[in-house]
């Protein structure tokens, strides 16, 4: 199933976001070739399809993407940062970051299928998604920002270090270098290569393997809730997070359902329930 996601106002606008499910994956593909820049407007369909695929229960996990084979995203829309004042700047960055913050919490796996350059604005999108998949020799990654005299300002200064640590953080963002996908995987900022031919239909059965009957997706989402909840506050606090999420799971019916086909040495079927 696909569908435009237009913007509430009812205004008639480019179609900037694909949105479509299959299987218990919805796939959000940023659509404005070649470089799938981003604008205001593109932000809005975004955020948009981000709640549409949070508030469907029959989906379990949300990929990423970028259209065409070029470019994941190149990040925002410089010619408009450029006509625009530093005001509508501020909080262009502002709703970016809330957006994402949303992606980021949504209970809900996200792959983010970097398909080609994935650099400045499009690195930190990707960096909100919990797992990146990048195309073999498709392009180059990166956060280049400082080679327009501006940080990575919706929240890849954050995100980075966090992967790879401080100091290394720091070096790749002040020299402003992108490297290919394979460097990338061995900083931990990708977590995979996949070959060029058929990557997005290996993406697609990747990303099912986390749905129901294969896996318990409450299990996963609520996995991916305790980490992300659980990174920024103290030991004790995010103890009582996971134990929290852990007692959610263990009213659910794909939890009997586990343990039952554990015991009864038989592989178990999910239902998300």
Sequence with gaps: MATTVQPTSGETTKQLVNYRTDGGVAVIEMCDPPANTYTYEMNRQLDEAILKARMDNDVYVI???GAGDKFFSAGAN????CSVDPTFKYYFCLHANEMLLRLEHTPKLVIAAINGHCVGGGLEIAMAADLR???KDAGKIGLPEVNLGVLPGTGGTQRLSRMV???KAIELMVTGNTFSFE???ELGIVNDVFERDGFMENIMEYAKQFCPPNKASKAVGRIKRAVQTGWEIPMESALAVERENQQLLFQSEDAKEGLA?????RPAVFKAK
């Design 261 to 265: 086909a554990y015991v009864e040495k």
């Design 165 to 167: 640590g401080k100091s």
């Design 63 to 65: 990929v990423m993407t």
């Design 183 to 185: 460097e990338a995987q």
């Design 78 to 81: 410089i010619k408009m940062l």
């Design 133 to 135: 998949i990048a195309r």
